[in-house]
């Protein structure tokens, strides 16, 4: 099993530009969240989900946009990037009824 | 809005020494997690406690409930050790928005 992998790795993006981050899981998981990490600061959620079709908005939602089509992948789309979005970006997911997450390997985004 | 506080912030000790890694929060929580974040950037859990202790190989986590405090030790400390310590709480009544975290440790063991 791959556990949990995300896409891209690295990627540089210019101010106003648009990208797709994609997180995917094999492990039949219901939960999905989007997180972001910065120096300094602890993890935050970003948004997450609770299952096929279903997202919802965590803690620093504004500029973020997320879709959950099949229960594999949850995707976190940016429509205008902005400097500030420059971060390291991790997708976890979880089982329903426990609390462990298990975590991809984060995806390095820099905005010019 | 309910904090995760780590102490220290950067510890740096010698290969061998006994490790200690504090962890408060603020109100009742469910469940607290501790994770390692290695160099290279991945995440992984180390222990989830709701209450008591927990020892995994050198690594031992203990939570004191009353007071709002986890440890977490690691004894015989090796350079492979170094990592980012984090810890993570779900708050009682929490939805599924899952956990809140704290900013981290980092821990660096020199030979």
């Known amino acids: 099993n791959a556990g949990v992998t995300q896409t891209p790795k690295f990627r540089v993006l210019k101010t106003g530009q648009s990208m797709t981050l994609l997180c995917a899981q094999d492990?039949?998981?219901?939960?999905m969240y989007w997180y972001r990490q910065d120096p300094g600061m602890g993890l935050r959620l970003i948004h997450y989900?609770?299952?096929?079709?279903?997202?919802a908005k965590g803690e620093v939602p504004d500029g973020y946009n997320v879709s959950r089509l099949k229960k594999q992948n949850f995707l976190l789309g940016l429509e205008s990037a902005a400097p500030s979005q420059t971060s390291v970006y991790f997708c976890?997911?979880?089982?329903?009824?426990?609390?462990?997450?298990?975590f991809g390997p984060g995806t390095r985004l820099t905005v010019l | 809005k309910n904090e995760v506080e780590q102490s220290p912030q950067n510890l740096t000790a010698q290969e061998g020494e006994f490790i200690t890694i504090n962890c408060s929060y603020s109100?009742?929580?469910?469940?607290l997690h501790w994770l390692q974040q290695h160099p290279g950037g991945g995440i992984v859990s180390l222990f989830m406690?709701?209450?008591g202790k927990k020892k995994h190989g050198r690594l031992i986590a203990t939570i004191n409930i009353q007071e709002k405090h986890s440890s977490l030790h690691i004894t015989a400390s090796h350079p492979r050790d170094s990592a980012v310590y984090i810890c993570?709480?779900?708050?009682?009544?929490?939805?599924?928005?899952?956990?809140?975290f704290g900013k981290g440790t980092h821990l660096i063991i020199q030979p």
């Open positions: 406690l709701s209450s």
């Open positions: 989900s609770v299952g096929e079709g279903t997202t």
């Open positions: 976890a997911s979880k089982q329903t009824g426990k609390d462990t997450q298990y």
């Open positions: 492990m039949n998981h219901e939960y």
């Open positions: 109100v009742g929580i469910s469940a």
């Open positions: 993570a709480v779900k708050y009682s009544g929490g939805g599924a928005d899952g956990l809140t």
